[in-house]
């Protein structure tokens, strides 16, 4: 089993839909939840940053972390095309050594149209 | 310049070549990654450098070989490559190496290997 899982897509939606993008994992040490967003050619760029469980907001888009579930979520409002890119979800435990690598998703490739 | 460059943008080589990537941070942090990016799997960690030390390394194959002269600048030398060795490889830095610490990725070093 991969320590983190997340579905590559493509996932194609409308101008102004609802996504929801999601990953799960395994390791249960888990206490930093990243998502990066990647455009075509570029490379990763933080999104949003959530440190234990709980939801984060910023503009359009809301951060969610279940760990008794060990899920986490983004939540895209009012999509635009804009919005179209790969998203990352990465994800690292406290401490030390090994601990403290991200472990990183495949990425969800996210197409918007107008 | 802001953030994190790299140069070459695109490079192709025949196997039996020596080439170097070059990362430059403009961000006064004390830390530096090379990652690989292929398709279909999540970013590979290869090299960590803190403070200009190497302190980690991934099981990465000897034809890749790190430098990092002083904690702006971080290079990786190829030579003799594979054809698998094609991918996007990435640096990113932060300003520590501490768990959970935010990684600023550069557009990458698109690469070829024939």
């Known amino acids: 089993q991969k320590e983190v899982e997340q579905d590559p897509g493509p996932l194609s939606v409308p101008e102004g839909a609802i996504v929801s993008l999601n990953c799960t994992y395994s390791?249960?040490?888990?206490?930093?939840f990243m998502w990066y967003r990647q455009y075509s050619r570029k490379g990763p760029e933080l999104l949003m940053y959530t440190y234990s469980s709980g939801n984060k907001e910023d503009g359009r888009f809301t951060a969610q972390v279940d760990k008794s579930s060990k899920y986490i979520s983004l939540f895209i409002r009012d999509s635009q095309p804009s919005d179209s890119a790969t998203y990352l979800c990465?994800?690292?435990?406290?401490?030390?050594?090994?601990?403290?690598?991200?472990?990183w998703g495949l990425g969800t490739s996210l197409a918007v149209n107008p | 310049e802001t953030g994190v460059t790299q140069t070459p943008r695109h490079l192709v080589m025949g196997m039996t070549n020596k080439k170097s990537l070059k990362c430059e941070q403009h961000?006064?942090?004390?830390?530096m990654y090379w990652y690989k990016q292929s398709a279909k799997k999540p970013l590979e960690l290869m090299f960590v450098?803190?403070?200009?030390?190497?302190?980690e390394n991934n099981s990465v194959p000897s034809r890749f070989s790190p430098e990092c002269p002083n904690s702006s600048h971080l290079f990786l030398h190829l030579h003799t490559l594979q054809p698998e060795d094609s991918a996007l490889y990435l640096c990113a830095s932060s300003l520590q190496t501490t768990a959970g610490e935010t990684q600023y990725f550069g557009p990458g070093t698109r690469l070829l290997v024939l």
């Open positions: 450098y803190s403070l200009e030390e190497r302190v």
């Open positions: 390791n249960s040490a888990f206490q930093y």
């Open positions: 990465a994800m690292s435990a406290p401490g030390a050594g090994n601990n403290r690598k991200l472990i």
């Open positions: 961000l006064g942090h004390n830390a």
